[in-house]
Each structure stands twice: as C-alpha cells, then as structure tokens.
C-alpha cells in the first residue's frame, strides 16, 4: 500500500489542493491521499483561523466522490499544537504493515520545514513530494537545508529523487500551476467577491451559507 498525507490549514479548502493531490496520487500511483487539516497551527499565529470543524467539513464536501480521497481529524483529537512528525509516527504505528508513506506538501510549505519540530528526524521516516506553486521553482535541496542535511541525500536519476540514508526520498513534482491559496479565497469572500470555481460548488455553498455565522466572521474579520 502507498498513502499520500496531504496536511494543511485548508482554511478553506480549493481547487489548487484538490487538483495537485489528484496529480500526485496519479504519478506515483498511491492507493488513497488523506487531507489531513491541522487542529492548532503552530506556524500560523498571526490570525484566528476557523475553528477544526469546520474545515473539516468542507474537506468532506470537496473530496466526496473521490474515492481515492479521505480526511483524518487526528490532529484534531490528538489536542493541542499539530506537529507533523507526530503525525506521520501516528499512521508509521497504524496503517497496514509495509505501508510506505509519501508526505505531501507545496514548495512554499518545504521553504518552511526547517522550523518544523524534529525536522531532521521526519525527512527519514517517510517519503516527501514537493509540488510546485507558482513563485516557488527549486527543484533541489539545497538552499533549503543546510549543508550535513543536504549531504545526507543523493540524486537518483531512475526515480528522479533525493534519496536519504533510510531509503525514503524526497520528489520534486512539476504539476499543473494553480495560483489559488486560502488567503486570496477568504479576501474575496470578506470584500463580496465571487470564489465560483476557486473551490467545489458544495464548499462554495457552505461558505456561502455560514457566513453570516460568528464562526465565519472570523474567517471574515481578522484578515491581516
Ligand atoms: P494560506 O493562504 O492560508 O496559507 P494555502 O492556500 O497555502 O492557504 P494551506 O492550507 O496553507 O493552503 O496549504 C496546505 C498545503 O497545500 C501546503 O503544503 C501548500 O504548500 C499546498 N498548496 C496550497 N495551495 C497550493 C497550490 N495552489 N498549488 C500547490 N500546492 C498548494
Ligand atoms: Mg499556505
């Protein structure tokens, strides 16, 4: 079996998630991808960022239908702030012996991972793919890491990968570019813009529907 762990914020969740998860799943043929939103996001402090059931719940709305999509509240129940190498050793311990685990994550996300907790330890334990987002275009690890770590990890053409003393890799993927983040999707929604096909029609809807809610006034009034 081969997971895909695609975490995120997914505040809201859009079509620039959903169409690269869908592009990775097909070039290395995963068996499934699992959204997986953070509960409290460690690295994003400088806003309130909609409460975990809602986000989950337009996951749920975005993904239906695709079979090979689901979603994991684990860091949710987990409590307290999410740490991806807590969660990559909680589907390492529970998935079906000999599941290998491919760690999904935009360019920008990568940029970011070392201030990650136990960052070292995590590019061990499990495979990454790095998908590419528009203004981001390395395609190699330096620069990113420093040096010991860069070292660590050796080019295979066969694979196109880094592949590190484990034997995980870590795969540079070029995808289709979407120029779609969170961010500009909650701007247009404060300033009574469209978001019609930035997003599913169904996560549209909620949206739509919620916001007048003191939930979405959140999601509305503290844009930085
Ligand atoms: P925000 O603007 O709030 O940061 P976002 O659109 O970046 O939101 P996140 O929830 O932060 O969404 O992203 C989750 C993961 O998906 C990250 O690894 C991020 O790099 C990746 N990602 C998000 N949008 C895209 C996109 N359009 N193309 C490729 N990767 C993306
Ligand atoms: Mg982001």
């Given amino acids: 079996m081969k997971w895909g762990l695609f975490g995120g914020t997914f505040d809201p969740v859009h079509l620039g998630h ?3 998860a869908e592009e990775v799943l097909e070039l290395f043929t995963l068996d499934k991808i699992l959204f997986i939103p953070a509960g409290i996001q460690p690295l ?4 309130d960022i909609l409460p975990f059931h809602h986000r989950e719940r337009m ?3 975005a993904i239906e239908g695709n079979p090979s999509f689901s979603t994991s509240g ?3 129940r987990r409590g307290g702030r999410s740490y991806s190498i807590e969660t990559v ?5 529970t998935a079906p012996a000999g599941t290998e685990l491919y760690f999904i994550l935009g360019q920008d996300a990568f940029h970011e991972m070392p201030m990650w ?3 070292r330890e995590l590019l061990q334990l499990c495979n990454f793919v790095v998908m590419t987002r528009p203004g981001y275009e390395t395609k190699n690890l330096t620069g990113i890491f420093p040096s010991d770590v860069v070292a660590l990890f050796h080019y295979d053409g066969a694979s196109d990968g880094f592949t590190g003393p484990a034997g995980h890799s870590i795969f540079f993927r070029g995808l289709t570019l979407l120029d779609i983040s969170s961010t500009d999707i909650r701007n247009r929604v404060k300033t009574h813009r469209s978001i019609r096909h930035l997003v ?3 996560v549209r809807d909620y949206i739509l529907k919620n916001s007048d809610s003191d939930y979405f006034s959140l999601f509305l009034d ?3």
């Fill in 74 to 76: 684990i860091e949710d």
């Fill in 18 to 20: 959903l169409r690269c």
């Fill in 222 to 224: 503290n844009l930085p």
């Fill in 59 to 61: 996951i749920r709305l």
């Fill in 89 to 93: 050793r909680h589907f390492l311990n």
């Fill in 44 to 47: 994003k402090t400088d806003r």
């Fill in 200 to 202: 599913p029609d169904p």
């Fill in 117 to 119: 907790k136990e960052w």
